[in-house]
Structure formats: C-alpha cells, structure tokens
T-cell receptor, first 115, second 109 residues
Framework: DARVTQTPRHKVTEMGQEVTMRCQPI?????VFWYRQTMMQGLELLAY????????DSGMPKDRFSAEMPDATLATLKIQPSEPRDSAVYFC?????????????FGDGTRLSIL | TQLLEQSPQFLSIQEGENLTVYCNSS?????LQWYRQEPGEGPVLLVT?????EVKKLKRLTFQFGDARKDSSLHITAAQPGDTGLYLC?????????FGKGTSLLVTP
C-alpha cells in the first residue's frame, strides 16, 4: 500500500534550535497538509499546498514556522527558533486531485519535544 | 472556522457492549469523514458520508449523516478490543478538513 512517509519519527531538542520535519506524500497526490496534534487542541491544520503552491497557512505562527514544497515528492515544515510550547505531534497528510474534501492519507507523525 | 463538537470525550466499555459517539456542528457540511487513530500512528479514514440522512455500514460500525448535514453518529455493535482508538470526525472546508477533538474509546476484554 502507498503511504505518506514522515521523518524523523521522534525529535528532542533544546529551545532555540531549528527543527526541520520532512514529508514524502503519496505519489500522484497533489494536495499536502501539515497538522499539529496536542491533547488540549486536538488536530489543528497549520498549512496546506495544492500543486506545490501554498493555499492556506493561516493556522501557522508565521514568525517562527515556515512550510515549503521544494518538489512534488517533498514537503518540509521548519520551526526556528523552537519553543517548549511547540512540543506536539506533527502530521503530514496527502490527498489526490479531483473534487473537494478528498480523503486524506496521514503519515505516522513526528513527535517533537522541545526542552 | 466551522467547529465540530464530539461527544463523549472519553468512553471505556467492556468487550461485547454497544456504543454510539456523536459529532455535532452548527454549520452545514458538504461531506463528513470519520477517521480512527491508534497510538503512535496517524488517523486512518473509515468512511465518508455525503448525503443528508445517509447510513453506511462497515462491518460492526454504522455511520449516519444527519438530515440537515450538520451532525453525524457512529454506532459500534459488540465492541472488541481492536476497536480501541481515537475516533475523529472531520467536515469539509474547501480542500481542507476541520477536525473535531475526537472520542477516545477503550474496549477492555
């Protein structure tokens, strides 16, 4: 089965450090989403891309977060500088083209801990 | 933002019991999706409902979309330990989805 691949699976670092999370969407999927999941807030949409163009990043703190899609097989989410409140599980998901509200296929997440 | 409220937040039952969890909103959705998430993994799609009043069955799971397309329910018959997980509903918002906070279900043998 085709899967969304996220790396790293776990990341522990000190506050102030740069963190880069990577996602390989399912081949042929042209919509890529970044989410953050915490116990308090649940699953929050940070940003998403369609055909590699950013469509919405209103859920992302812009002063420290950035999301890019250098090519169709790679999406990145960077935090610089990181803060303890950024500790969460970050998920990438991809969806195919076509009509709205396509089913999303999630990776297994990056569990981020900022000390 | 179209908010989705899920209830109950937590549910602990014994194997063989039936249960229903709910997903409610004040907004109308063009479609609604249900996902299940197991510890250490990402959510996995269970079903999409599109038409008001629609009922879909997936083995022991029955999904219903409200007539007004503002709410949905998931009923599990004879729950099994393998049903344990976080059940999330998500409503369409353009190309993106708005997720509820989920119902965490624990089924004990």
């Amino acid at each position: 089965d085709a899967r969304v691949t996220q790396t790293p699976r776990h990341k522990v670092t000190e506050m102030g450090q740069e963190v880069t999370m990577r996602c390989q969407p399912i081949l042929g999927h042209n919509t890529v989403f970044w989410y953050r999941q915490t116990m308090m807030q649940g699953l929050e949409l940070l940003a998403y891309f369609r055909n590699r163009a950013p469509l919405d990043d209103s859920g992302m703190p812009k002063d420290r977060f950035s999301a890019e899609m250098p090519d169709a097989t790679l999406a990145t989410l960077k935090i610089q500088p990181s803060e303890p409140r950024d500790s969460a599980v970050y998920f990438c998901a991809s969806a195919g083209s076509g009509m709205l509200n396509q089913p999303q296929h999630f990776g297994d997440g990056t569990r981020l801990s900022i000390l | 933002t179209q908010l989705l409220e899920q209830s109950p937040q937590f549910l602990s039952i014994q194997e063989g019991e039936n249960l229903t969890v709910y997903c409610n909103s004040s907004s109308v959705f063009s479609s609604l999706q249900w996902y299940r998430q197991e510890p250490g993994e990402g959510p996995v799609l269970l079903v999409t409902v599109v038409t008001g009043g629609e009922v879909k069955k997936l083995k022991r799971l029955t999904f219903q979309f409200g007539d007004a397309r503002k709410d949905s329910s998931l009923h599990i018959t004879a729950a099994q330990p393998g049903d344990t997980g976080l059940y999330l509903c998500a409503g369409g918002a353009g190309y993106a989805l708005n997720f509820g906070k989920g119902t965490s279900l624990l089924v004990t043998p």
